[in-house]
């Protein structure tokens, strides 16, 4: 598949012509951009199988995975955005301190303008997309740049949006690297960028030079805290799901497991079990495992399995790019695979004795994306809850909380900044002007000068 990569030149016209698009105002109203979603959401609909097949050359997503991942959730942001705009539009009037009567006081949102929105390619159609609902219902104009890693869904993103969308609202930009560093080089008024910390990195600094603001979900090293509490058999169940869901390049797999020593053995038997349950005797045959994106990140992650004691797994073939879903024990807290974020089919496995252990452990690291813990302890739960600082997770279960658009999804520190979905995208891509209105009706002369009020005086009345 060869793509033409833009020139930036051609990029620098792209953005001064939906600059100029968004002067003309249609980008504000309301039925505008009601339009654009319900339009959207009927391209996905009617361009279902060509994401699927896309999703499918790019990853070998199981379509059950890739339906429900990349569309489904995509089409259900749109439908609740849809459900509440009107309401989030709508001026919010705010109290007034009575020293400013006979003043009120408002609220406005008000588009950004001109947005550049860059995706990873672990879920290439969907990471691309869900952030341009917040920039659409938000009254904005967009730039998308896919993911070069998934040259498919890039070009099948491109072929939708190109083919049905004014470029001048909306439109989608292919290319690698020097497309990447062409967009950067340019002034936007917002970044929205996922991603991985460097290269988040490289974003924040680019945005800098222009005083950009920027939303960059990244990710990092996402702890699964289990104890003794949890019912074992439905744990091991969900873990192995989240763990290896996409073949584990989810933003938000747990990267470890910290298991309470004296559960330690039974639930690595059931853990094994579920690996053999889901995926069969020989993993590379099932067609509900995913592959690796690319011969770089499976070099990558072949590095990382000479540590430990492989339980379940290890073998691969690069031919396939299939690395076989792997539980490793005796993991040194120094090792390699504990300095890196994993993303990919491989879990290491730590104990620990008390639960003040763990969390002790899990402060130690830069705070992560996302945080699950087990336990059907409730004032363990809530010291999950108040000591440590996480993006955000689950109790009892994995990665259904990106599923919920009432939950805003972000990072904190090392793990990002900025969160969006349902309301947090729309509040992303806005601004929220401050207004105060006054009367003419009344006009105290005691706040001109020259001042004829004492300052004891003034006290008094503020106070």
Not at 40 to 68: H, T
Not at 144 to 171: G, Q, R, V, W, Y
Not at 396 to 418: A, T, Y
Not at 419 to 425: D, E, F, M, Q, V
Request: with cysteine.
């Amino acid at each position: 598949m060869v793509t033409i990569p833009a020139s930036s030149l051609d990029i620098q016209v792209a953005i001064a012509n939906q600059r100029a698009f968004f002067a003309t105002g249609k980008t504000k109203d309301y039925n505008f951009r009601v339009a654009q979603l319900n339009k959207l959401s009927q391209l996905i609909k009617d361009n279902e199988q060509l994401i699927l097949d896309a999703v499918y050359a790019d990853l070998r997503k199981p379509a059950i995975e890739a339906f429900g991942s990349e569309i489904l959730v995509t089409l259900s942001e749109i439908k609740f955005v849809l459900k509440n705009l009107k309401a989030w539009m709508k001026p919010q009037k705010v109290g007034t301190p009575i020293n400013l009567f006979p003043s009120s006081s408002y609220i406005y949102t008000e588009p950004l303008g001109v947005v550049l929105i860059v995706a990873p390619w672990n879920y290439p159609f969907a990471l691309t997309i869900q952030p341009l609902i917040g920039a659409i219902a938000a009254g904005n104009c967009s730039i998308l740049k896919p993911s070069e890693h998934t040259p498919h869904t890039s070009n099948a993103i491109a072929k939708i949006i190109n083919n049905n969308f004014d470029p001048n609202f909306i439109t989608a930009i292919e290319g690698g690297i020097e497309t990447n560093q062409a967009l950067l080089a340019e002034k936007f008024d917002h970044i929205f960028f996922t991603g991985g910390t460097a290269i988040g990195k490289i974003v924040m600094e680019a945005a800098a030079k222009h005083l950009t603001p920027v939303t960059l979900e990244l990710g990092g090293k996402s702890p699964c805290i289990v104890d003794e509490t949890c019912n074992l058999e439905i744990t091991a169940k969900r873990i192995i799901w989240g763990k290896f869901y996409n073949a584990g390049q989810t933003c938000v797999a747990p990267d470890y497991l910290l298991v309470q020593k004296n559960i330690k053995t039974v639930l690595i038997e059931k853990l094994v079990t579920h690996v053999k349950t889901f995926f069969g005797e020989n993993p590379q045959q099932s067609p509900d495992f995913a592959r690796i994106v690319n011969d770089h990140q499976f070099d990558r992650l072949i590095s990382l399995l000479n540590e430990g004691k492989v339980l379940i797994g290890g073998n691969s073939d690069k031919s396939d790019r299939f690395i076989a879903p792997t539980l490793i024990d005796q993991v040194s807290p120094n090792s390699k695979i504990m300095a890196e974020e994993i993303f990919g089919p491989i879990l290491p496995i730590l104990e620990y004795d008390q639960l003040s252990d763990a969390i002790a452990f899990v402060n130690a690291q830069p705070k992560p994306l996302a945080l699950y813990f087990f336990s059907s302890n409730k004032q363990n739960q809530e010291r999950i809850l108040q000591e440590i600082s996480y993006g955000g997770g689950c109790f009892n279960d994995m990665i259904l909380h990106l599923s919920n658009p009432e939950l805003p999804f972000g990072g904190v520190g090392h793990s990002g900044m900025g969160n969006y979905h349902g309301k947090a995208s729309f509040d992303t891509f806005s601004h929220r002007k401050s207004v105060l209105k006054n009367s003419f009706r009344f006009d105290l002369k005691w706040r001109y000068p020259p001042y004829k009020m004492t300052l004891d005086t003034l006290k008094k009345f503020i106070n």
